[in-house]
């Protein structure tokens, strides 16, 4: 656990640089994203509370915690599925 908590930095720069590119804009052209869901059940929605803090009021993100999508998501939703474990049945 040390070692992976040690390691946490380099995670961080990784991360940040395979998001380089992705553009992400409002609902205003069908095309584009509307919104992010990021779905997790227990620990696992934790990385969905983050993201909905630091993504502030740039766009709207919504974090699921239960084992169904919310009303509304749709075509223009992007969803991402954590499962952290792998255990759970989601």
């Known amino acids: 656990m ?6 946490f930095p380099v995670q961080c720069i990784e991360a940040t640089k395979l998001g ?6 409002g609902a205003s052209e069908a095309d584009n994203i509307s919104e992010v869901v990021i779905t997790g ?3 696992s929605a934790f990385a ?3 993201v ?5 009021k740039e766009i709207r ?3 699921s915690k239960g084992y ?4 509304g998501v749709g075509k223009n939703s992007l969803v ?4 952290y474990s792998g255990n759970t049945e989601e």
């Not at 380089?20 to 804009?25: D, E, N």
């Not at 909905?52 to 502030?56: I, V």
């Not at 991402?80 to 499962?83: D, G, I």
């Open 41 to 43: 059940v227990g620990g």
């Open 61 to 63: 993100v919504i974090v």
């Open 80 to 83: 991402f599925a954590v499962s």
């Open 48 to 50: 969905g509370d983050v």
């Open 2 to 7: 040390l070692k992976v908590l040690r390691n």
């Open 68 to 71: 169904s999508l919310p009303f």
């Open 52 to 56: 909905q803090c630091l993504a502030g």
């Open 20 to 25: 380089h590119g992705i553009k992400i804009t």
